[in-house]
């Protein structure tokens, strides 16, 4: 039987796919290396990055510009303003009227205005309750929130120094906030964490998003189907180069977060590692879905730009809380793997390993790399024929 | 000269809008993402859940949580009565915040006693941490003002009568739905220009381009107003869903939202062809585009103010020309911002267009491999 089979067939055993994987994979890392901007994909974007976000990304409002209006002052509003000069979150500028206070705030030169008005004094004397008017640019919500919890904290020290004083009994319920995970609550602590999950994000479709629609509209796909390669080395061929180089950025972020930014990581880098490695794989099968669909650079390039720096910025919990959004909005963020990814990454680097929280994670990037690469293939396929 | 221009601005039209691909990838995207990221992007937290640790037997612990139940901002998700169960709510994420009411509060409250009360928070995000904090302090001083009884000397010697200008809710869409129309302004203006030269060179029709009697102006021409076009489309139109559909009030004027928006789409262009000239593949002309524009996004005040970061990385913003539109879209949207003003942020925005456009001129004829 087996001498009337035509010789290619033992000219080519089972164990040559790795022979043609290998020559695939070498000409892919040639490619790389003659046209660098895979490498600075991978390496140049997670720092430059990261640098930006890590210093310039920062939800902490200091040295807030507050304009003071004093209508009468007293030692009682010196003692309450006092409270301004001394808190590390604001910078006051003092006004003579509300006139020019108000001018200030409309041409953003302050941010706030506190208006101690001329009872001030005496209603504190009396012992009845003064009103202080505290007017903000609402302009910027997030930031006026902070503002006014800013100005709800100066008070409250004042109000702590009166009591120590005897003069005022104190206040009948005392708030013991202990914050967990970031004592401290720094921002970046929080930032940085998910922010490799939008580096990767970016990286993983940025470096195979071409990849696929090059080879079509250079022609040299079709030579490439003249070839004994079948469909799955072709694909494998392409994921496998850049799933190291892919691997490469996400260390180097990973090292920064927790050597430049002093992000505390209190989880297991094998976990880590794991998570990282499954996520990569969505990310590329990703990119590389856009590139097999597309079928030109052009498509594929924009198709790339849309669907992932945004979504995984705004969509990821990576910023903004998930469960605030509405309910078919939630809905839609579980179709992005930075979701499930972050949630990994604020927890390990947080919280440490919480294997109940990981594993449904962990899943759905499975799941997620799954159904990429295995789209890819099929469509593929459907194209060659 | 005309008619080389016109005819140049037809062939690039007819390279955006007739691939059907490139004209659904152009067209559709940016108002679907304005719908989905308009409801994404929101710091206001509602239906924050949390757990009650409540030891007191009194009435007003009992008071005290009923009172944070009552809010439309916490969701009480489960009753606890062990250390033990606190750990586990916060580590996987089933309670934000866990309030416990120690056992002596009745008593402490009656014999006019601090009592004190204990709220954990998760703090994995520290931004909603705060905020949740913040709710939650509210309600205890609405609360102390109620038990507060005639007669006695107040607790609270002054009260904040707090007042927003602009945005008297405080509604954090109203700030991030102008930010969107400025940063999906931006991605149309880069997906129309930082391509397209990059594929003429790839593919060898650039070289054709340049034997022709176009000149590099008209080069330049021909390719920036058809995307100019395009962006002004597509800006109108996200600009109308975010008046109309979010219902953001737009208080300043419409001829001054026009001239920003004109500036502002001649810059994004100017960078996008020269991304595009720099660039001798699409590879590179993409990895162009998001050098650009992540930071551009992330450095001009859309998401963080650009007040909080370090002042090197401030200056550093000062060359983003989405900053000056921010402060521009925001200023109109909400706060009618005077003319003067207006024209402080948009001379920056137009010297950055024209010298990225200069430069894309000048790299047409210099930059032939």
Not at chain 1, 302 to 319: E, N, Y
Not at chain 1, 356 to 368: D, K, Q, R, S, Y
Not at chain 2, 340 to 364: E, K, R, T
Request: glycine fraction near 8%.
């Amino acid at each position: 039987m087996s001498q009337s089979r035509p010789r290619r067939v033992h000219r080519f055993p089972s164990n040559n796919t790795w022979m043609r994987l290998r020559g695939l994979m070498r000409k892919e890392a040639l490619q790389i290396v003659r046209d660098p901007s895979s490498i600075a994909i991978a390496f140049l974007i997670p720092v430059l990055l990261l640098l930006l976000f890590g210093y310039g990304i920062s939800l902490d409002a200091e040295h807030v510009p507050v304009g003071l209006v004093v209508e009468q002052p007293t030692h009682l509003t010196a003692e309450f303003t006092a409270s301004f000069f001394h808190s590390r979150y604001f910078l006051p500028i003092s006004f003579d009227s509300m006139t020019a206070a108000e001018e200030a705030l409309r041409e953003h030169r302050v941010n706030a205005i506190v208006r101690l008005r001329e009872p001030f004094g005496k209603q504190i004397s009396a012992g009845a309750v003064a009103p202080v008017q505290v007017i903000v640019n609402g302009s910027d919500a997030n930031t006026a929130r902070l503002i006014i919890g800013y100005v709800e904290g100066a008070t409250a020290r004042w109000l702590e120094r009166l009591v120590r004083e005897g003069r005022t009994r104190p206040l009948p319920i005392a708030i013991e906030p202990r914050i967990w995970f970031n004592a401290e609550v720094r921002s970046r602590n929080f930032l940085v964490p998910g922010l490799v999950a939008v580096i990767m994000t970016l990286i993983g479709a940025l470096l195979t998003a071409l990849v696929m629609a090059r080879e079509w509209e250079r022609g040299t796909m079709e030579a490439l189907m003249t070839t004994p390669v079948t469909a799955n080395d072709i694909l494998l061929g392409k994921i496998i180069p850049y799933f190291f180089l892919g691997t490469g950025g996400m260390v180097l972020s990973v090292v920064m977060a927790i050597g430049l930014f002093d992000v505390p990581f209190r989880g297991s880098f094998w976990v880590l590692a794991l998570a990282g490695g499954i996520f990569l794989s969505v990310a590329l099968g990703m990119g590389l879905l856009i590139s097999v669909l597309a079928k030109n650079q052009f498509v594929a390039a924009q198709a790339a730009i849309i669907v992932t720096f945004l979504p995984a910025f705004l969509l990821s919990g990576f910023l903004f809380d998930i469960g605030s959004m509405p309910p078919l909005i939630q809905g839609i963020t579980y179709i992005f793997a930075a979701r499930y990814f972050v949630e990994i990454l604020q927890s390990a680097f947080l919280a440490g390993t919480i294997w109940p929280l990981f594993i449904p994670n962990l899943i759905a990037l499975l799941i997620m790399a799954g159904l990429f690469l295995g789209l890819c293939r099929f469509i593929f396929r459907k194209r060659l024929e | 000269m005309w008619v080389r221009i016109q005819a140049l601005m037809i062939k690039e039209f007819l390279a955006l809008l007739k691939d059907k691909k490139t004209r659904t990838v152009i067209l559709i995207p940016p108002m679907v993402q304005l719908l989905v990221f308009g409801y994404a992007a929101t710091f206001d937290l509602n239906h924050i859940p949390f757990a009650l640790y409540n030891e007191d037997a009194g009435p007003w612990g009992r008071h005290m949580a009923e009172a944070i139940q009552g809010s439309p901002h916490f969701d009480l998700v489960a009753r606890i009565s062990h250390e033990a169960d606190m750990a586990p709510l916060i580590d996987l994420r089933k309670a934000l915040v866990i309030v416990r009411i120690g056992q002596h509060f009745s008593r402490r409250i009656a014999h006019g006693e601090p009592a004190d009360m204990q709220v954990l928070v998760d703090g994995r995000n520290s931004n909603t941490a705060l905020l949740a904090l913040n709710y939650l302090r509210t309600i205890v001083q609405q609360f102390i003002a109620q038990i507060d009884e005639p007669g006695q000397s107040v607790a609270l010697p002054v009260k904040l009568e707090v007042r927003a200008w602009f945005n008297p809710n405080l509604e954090s869409r109203w700030f991030f739905i102008p930010g969107i129309v400025g940063s999906l302004t931006m991605i149309v203006a880069l997906l129309v220009t930082a391509l397209s030269v990059a594929r003429e060179r790839e593919q060898g029709t650039f070289d054709q381009l340049l034997v022709t009697p176009l000149r590099p102006t008209e080069i330049l021409i021909g390719k920036t107003v058809p995307g100019f076009l395009i962006g002004l489309l597509e800006a109108t139109v996200i600009i109308a869903l975010a008046r109309w559909w979010f219902e953001i009030p737009l208080v300043g004027n419409l001829v001054s939202l026009y001239c920003g928006l004109a500036v502002f789409l001649l810059s994004g262009l100017g960078v996008g062809l020269m991304i595009s000239s720099l660039a001798v593949t699409q590879q590179q002309g993409l990895l162009g585009v998001f050098v650009f524009m992540v930071p551009a996004i992330l450095l001009s005040g859309f998401a963080t103010p650009i007040a909080n970061m370090p002042s090197p990385v401030q200056y550093l913003t000062f060359l983003n020309p989405m900053r000056y539109f921010m402060i521009v879209v925001r200023g109109i949207f909400l706060e009618d911002m005077p003319v003067d003003m207006l024209l402080w942020q948009l001379w920056p925005m137009a010297v950055i267009g024209l010298i990225a456009l200069s430069f894309a001129g000048w790299l047409f004829r210099h930059r032939l491999y």
